[in-house]
């Protein structure tokens, strides 16, 4: 088996065992609370497909980024939803059960979104560097696959089975955890030689992407705290895992891997990063 292949199915295991997690800690409610209220999820839909996409393009020709480079940034753009934003939530002491709705919408979404608009959106950034019509069905197929359906999964069971889902819940966790370390660890390892040729322009050029998308979601985040606090780190943190599964597939080998693992990383350290510094304000407590 091509190394390729094995990072490939390493990652898609990860994030398939992720989403069901995910359905498995989310109820009914939480979800219809979003995606039931217009105003809640066009919020998060504006700053996640609109602002978060727009910053990305104008710091790639900014920046003159590389075509796979570019490729893989456009690639998270598109995947937000990402499974770590409710946790942090929570020591942010935001709105756990708003961050687990919109989660779980953006995430929904997503599988539609994502493959249509980088097929719009890739030739303007990244040059010759397209998207066939059949990588396109390639890639909704996996998004579905490996997103879709096993959210569906864990939602159906916490919604017809929630004694099951509770026992399942905690040994799911700890699992996720055990498959994504390895999943990181192996890409970090395959990738590292394209790691570290990541310049300190390029340091700047992501973190600037961080604070646009932080600053997304602040803004967009309604006007209590929590809910700014709630949106912008779920604005800030994308589904690394399935942009991993994407760019695996469509870009193997490429620096578009590297984009998404190094983007992917820096997003999540730094989002952990804030949530800790909003968690130690005084008198706050998580919602």
């Known amino acids: 088996m091509r190394i390729d292949s094995l990072v490939k199915l390493f990652v898609t295991a990860a994030v398939i065992e992720m989403m069901v997690t995910v359905g498995l800690a989310v109820a009914a409610a939480e979800l219809a609370a979003v995606s039931g209220n217009i105003r809640l999820f066009a919020r998060a839909a504006v700053a996640n497909y609109v ?43 935001g709105k756990a059960a708003l961050s687990a709705g919109w989660m779980t919408s953006l995430a929904l979404t997503s599988t539609v979104v994502a493959p249509f608009a980088l097929f719009l959106l890739l030739p303007r950034v990244a040059g010759s560097q397209v998207l066939t019509f059949d990588v396109v069905c390639r890639m909704v197929g996996t998004l579905i696959g490996v997103q879709l359906l096993p959210l569906a999964v864990g939602l159906g069971i ?25 999943a990181i660890g192996l890409v970090v390892s395959v990738y590292y030689p394209l790691l570290a040729e990541v310049k300190l322009k390029g340091f700047v050029g992501m973190l600037l992407l961080l604070l646009a998308s932080l600053t997304a979601g602040w803004l967009l985040g309604g006007r209590d705290e929590g809910s700014r606090i709630t949106l912008s780190l779920t604005t800030a943190l994308r589904n690394v895992g399935v942009g991993l599964v994407i760019a695996t597939d469509a870009f193997a080998g490429t620096p578009a891997v590297t984009a998404v693992l190094a983007y992917g990383l820096l997003g999540v350290l730094g989002s952990l990063l804030i949530a800790q510094v909003w968690g130690r304000k005084p008198g706050r407590l998580p919602g």
């Open 158 to 182: 916490r919604r017809f089975w929630p004694a099951l889902a509770d026992r399942l819940l905690d040994p799911a966790r700890k699992l996720g955890k055990v498959l994504n370390l390895g």
């Open 51 to 93: 602002l978060v996409p727009a910053a990305t393009v104008s710091l790639l020709l900014a920046f003159g980024a590389h075509p796979m480079v570019a490729a893989g940034f456009l690639i998270l753009a598109f995947c937000p939803g990402a499974p770590f934003g409710p946790p942090l939530v929570v020591l942010a002491g």
